[in-house]
């Protein structure tokens, strides 16, 4: 099939949903597929890629992207188009950010209380906002248009905010590849990477990855840690990810948080830690939740990450209920000083991972295409 991706950026370096899609565009290439890519710009990693490009060059506008998109799509004779996010000329909608309005919903919580109703009113005026909420309606308004939701979190949004009936939404999971990400790689490297971190035998360290720091509540993880160092424990919280206009909190204990700042291979770190913690605060899926459960880490995160629906609470890792909540972080964090329990709790986890293979999520996604490919879908004008 010759298939079109469309996304903002194609760089594996920027977040998630950017990693995704490359390891996407390769499993489809592995099998045979022609891979268009619609973005702004292919940078990095992503640039050693077989597809097609078509950079449109930066564009600021949300609406003057989508519809350049559209102009550059309509020439190429695609048999099916998924897009992530950027447009509304397509087969298949992806949003990596999930619903933005419940992301917006869900970052108010960060917020005071008194000052929430007075954001939640620029929402609803600012041109930035309402320039989405055009883009979302037309994203989401075409009947003929299926909607991959890559958790069940996701899938009540859209029926939620966006009146998405059910029969045209379709529920993926993320997959991983558990053969990069495993204990046997774990093991190797581990070691080195802690020697060079200078972290000492005796340390549990936990693990942050993620670069909006905000909304994927580091803020809760460094208060948490805070906590387990004032009680006499020797632990790390190793912080990786960020971007230059983050804002770090800044821990009482300052010996106890470790910044690395981004990387290219997250994967020394998975090596070089004992378990994961991701307290977001909106998160559609969440890949940090796999990968560390395919290196055998057990992880502590949120009812607000997609990912967490795949895990069992207290068997696998752990799910909270407030992400501001840094006492019930740190109580899970705390158990999580056993280190019998943590092997436990591991082994488990590797398990959950293997069940959940980039190569399972592919096929399925595969499937999804060739239904498309074999009916004549309506385009919107």
Request: proline letters at 5%.
């Amino acid at each position: 099939m010759r298939i079109g991706l469309v996304i903002d950026h194609l760089d594996p370096r920027r977040g998630g949903a950017e990693l995704w899609t490359c390891q996407h565009a390769e499993q489809l290439l592995a099998r045979g597929h022609v891979v268009h890519v619609v973005t702004q710009n292919v940078s990095g990693p992503a640039k050693q890629l077989g597809i097609v490009p078509h950079c449109l060059g930066p564009i600021r506008s949300v609406l003057g992207r989508a519809a350049a998109a559209e102009q550059k799509l309509r020439t190429l004779g695609l048999d099916v188009i998924h897009d992530f996010g950027t447009g509304w000329y397509n087969d298949i909608l992806q949003s990596p950010n999930g619903s933005r309005i419940a992301q917006w919903e869900s970052m108010l919580q960060l917020l005071p209380a008194w000052v929430r109703p007075w954001k939640r009113a620029m929402i609803g005026v600012l041109p930035r906002y309402h320039d989405f909420r055009r883009l979302m309606a037309r994203q989401f308004g075409d009947s003929g248009r299926i909607v991959l939701a890559i958790s069940r979190m996701c899938a009540r949004d859209y029926q939620h905010y966006h009146g998405v009936p059910t029969e045209r939404i379709r529920l993926v999971y993320h997959g991983v590849d558990s053969k990069q990400f495993s204990s046997g790689n774990c093991e190797r490297l581990r070691e080195p990477v802690r020697d060079r971190l200078g972290i000492c035998e005796n340390e549990t360290v936990f693990l942050f990855v993620g670069h909006n720091f905000r909304l994927k509540g580091l803020a809760t993880a460094v208060r948490a840690i805070d906590r387990l160092a004032a009680e006499g424990h020797r632990v790390r919280l190793l912080v990786v990810g960020g971007k230059r206009h983050n804002k770090v909190p800044h821990p009482a204990h300052r010996a106890a948080v470790t910044m690395v700042g981004p990387v290219d291979d997250p994967m020394p770190y998975y090596a070089a830690a004992d378990a994961v913690v991701l307290p977001t605060f909106y998160d559609s899926f969440g890949l940090v939740v796999l990968e560390a459960a395919a290196c055998g880490l057990p992880i502590v995160t949120t009812r607000m990450a997609g990912a967490s629906e795949l895990l069992s609470n207290g068997r696998d890792g752990y799910v909270i209920s407030n992400p501001a909540d840094e006492e019930e972080l740190a109580l899970c964090l705390r158990r999580l000083l056993d280190p019998a329990l943590r092997r436990r709790m591991g082994a488990a986890a590797r398990k959950l991972a293997v069940a959940h293979s980039a190569d399972r999520s592919c096929n399925e996604i595969i499937s999804i295409y060739q239904q498309i490919a074999g009916r004549e879908l309506r385009r919107a004008a």
